[in-house]
């Protein structure tokens, strides 16, 4: 059974290893944790743990919205959460991370509806895969962050004015390994050692984790990162192997955190933290937690999306710490972002 909340300070016990998980089971099996009528959206809600996810929520009466790229794995998935929890209210919008426009147009979609918006759930990764994104990002990090930026970041008025509404990344415990952002990287093709890119994606997403709490200061917003564990998902190139040796933890298993931090009373003031597979929160590395270099990543971020035309008190003391090399403002077209990618290799 998942065991209580507990801050770093509070925590007396270790972080549970990989496979040492306990008996499996959806948080909704307490009465004060349904959400009747809540409005809920899962990216990658098709399959693994987002979709095991989506079934948790549906269980707990909420409206489920699963986005995710393919139609027919779509209907798959939505007949499925379905027939799981007894549930008709699951539906699917389409969503493409590696591209801007498509994140733009899913939330078109889904404000069209008129509904509000309790529970985001950033649960969509890709782990190696090789390219570049619509815009010319590469292609992990900009599928696992900045489309995950972009579309947190169109949806913030609209969690805003829903009442007490919650955002949760799932992140990965890869993000504590990187000691700085390889800006470069970031628009260029995958490179070989992909698992980086997977990592930094990871990290990204805790310093946005970071960085909204002060961006949703005075509202009922809140946001945690959550670490599923190691499990048998056919994000990995591993998954095959995995669920053979027996290895990891099931999507089932891999839900729990993210279900936790969806619907637990324990956490509704609780906000910024990084949660395990055990809702234990991790002590996160000095990078992960540095107000200036989120704030710096926020900024970028708006630039690169398209959402901010100017940067708004910039950090102009650029000494490499973290390995930043100067705000470069990254065009979404193919020209100025080969032209910058150089300018910031050199």
């Given at each position: 059974?998942?065991?209580?909340?507990?801050?770093?300070?509070?925590?007396?016990?270790?972080?549970?290893?990989?496979?040492?998980?306990?008996?499996?089971?959806?948080?909704?099996?307490?009465?004060?944790?349904?959400?009747?009528?809540?409005?809920?959206?899962?990216?990658?809600?098709?399959?693994?743990?987002?979709?095991?996810?989506?079934?948790?929520?549906?269980?707990?009466?909420?409206?489920?919205?699963?986005?995710?790229?393919?139609?027919?794995?779509?209907?798959?998935?939505?007949?499925?959460?379905?027939?799981?929890?007894?549930?008709?209210?699951?539906?699917?919008?389409?969503?493409?991370?590696?591209?801007?426009?498509?994140?733009?147009?899913?939330?078109?979609?889904?404000?069209?509806?008129?509904?509000?918006?309790?529970?985001?759930?950033?649960?969509?990764?890709?782990?190696?895969?090789?390219?570049?994104?619509?815009?010319?990002?590469?292609?992990?990090?900009?599928?696992?962050?900045?489309?995950?930026?972009?579309?947190?970041?169109?949806?913030?008025?609209?969690?805003?004015?829903?009442?007490?509404?919650?955002i949760i990344m799932v992140?990965?415990?890869?993000?504590?390994?990187?000691?700085?952002?390889?800006?470069?990287?970031?628009?260029?093709?995958?490179?070989?050692?992909?698992?980086?890119?997977?990592?930094?994606?990871?990290?990204?997403?805790?310093?946005?984790?970071?960085?909204?709490?002060?961006?949703?200061?005075?509202?009922?917003?809140?946001?945690?990162?959550?670490?599923?564990?190691?499990?048998?998902?056919?994000?990995?190139?591993?998954?095959?192997?995995?669920?053979?040796?027996?290895?990891?933890?099931?999507?089932?298993?891999?839900?729990?955190?993210?279900?936790?931090?969806?619907?637990?009373?324990?956490?509704?003031?609780?906000?910024?933290?990084?949660?395990?597979?055990?809702?234990?929160?991790?002590?996160?590395?000095?990078?992960?937690?540095?107000?200036?270099?989120?704030?710096t990543l926020w900024e970028?971020?708006?630039?690169?999306?398209?959402?901010?035309?100017?940067?708004?008190?910039?950090?102009?003391?650029?000494?490499?710490?973290?390995?930043?090399?100067?705000?470069?403002?990254?065009?979404?077209?193919?020209?100025?972002?080969?032209?910058?990618?150089?300018?910031?290799?050199e």
């Amino acid at each position: 059974m998942q065991r209580p909340y507990r801050s770093q300070e509070g925590s007396k016990e270790g972080r549970g290893r990989i496979g040492e998980e306990e008996e499996s089971f959806f948080i909704t099996n307490y009465p004060d944790m349904i959400l009747e009528d809540k409005v809920c959206i899962v990216t990658g809600g098709n399959s693994g743990v987002g979709l095991m996810t989506a079934v948790g929520l549906a269980k707990a009466r909420c409206h489920v919205f699963i986005a995710c790229r393919s139609l027919i794995k779509a209907e798959k998935a939505v007949d499925y959460i379905r027939q799981n929890s007894a549930n008709p209210n699951v539906e699917f919008l389409p969503l493409n991370l590696a591209s801007l426009n498509s994140v733009r147009q899913f939330v078109d979609l889904f404000l069209a509806r008129k509904l509000p918006l309790h529970i985001l759930v950033n649960n969509a990764g890709i782990f190696n895969h090789k390219g570049i994104t619509k815009e010319g990002f590469e292609l992990i990090w900009g599928t696992n962050y900045l489309g995950h930026f972009l579309l947190t970041y169109l949806l913030l008025e609209k969690l805003k004015i829903s009442g007490s509404s919650r955002i949760i990344m799932v992140a990965s415990d890869l993000a504590l390994k990187p000691k700085a952002i390889p800006w470069n990287l970031l628009v260029k093709k995958t490179p070989i050692n992909f698992l980086e890119l997977y990592s930094v994606s990871k990290l990204c997403l805790l310093l946005l984790t970071n960085e909204l709490p002060r961006q949703l200061e005075n509202t009922n917003v809140t946001v945690n990162a959550v670490h599923p564990g190691f499990v048998q998902s056919n994000i990995t190139i591993f998954y095959g192997l995995s669920k053979y040796l027996g290895l990891g933890i099931s999507p089932e298993k891999g839900a729990n955190s993210t279900l936790f931090c969806a619907q637990s009373d324990e956490l509704k003031d609780v906000t910024g933290k990084f949660l395990d597979s055990q809702s234990q929160e991790i002590p996160l590395p000095k990078i992960a937690t540095d107000i200036d270099f989120a704030k710096t990543l926020w900024e970028k971020s708006l630039l690169w999306t398209g959402c901010e035309k100017k940067i708004i008190n910039p950090i102009t003391n650029y000494d490499n710490f973290w390995g930043i090399y100067g705000l470069y403002s990254l065009k979404l077209d193919r020209t100025e972002l080969s032209h910058i990618s150089q300018t910031i290799f050199e």
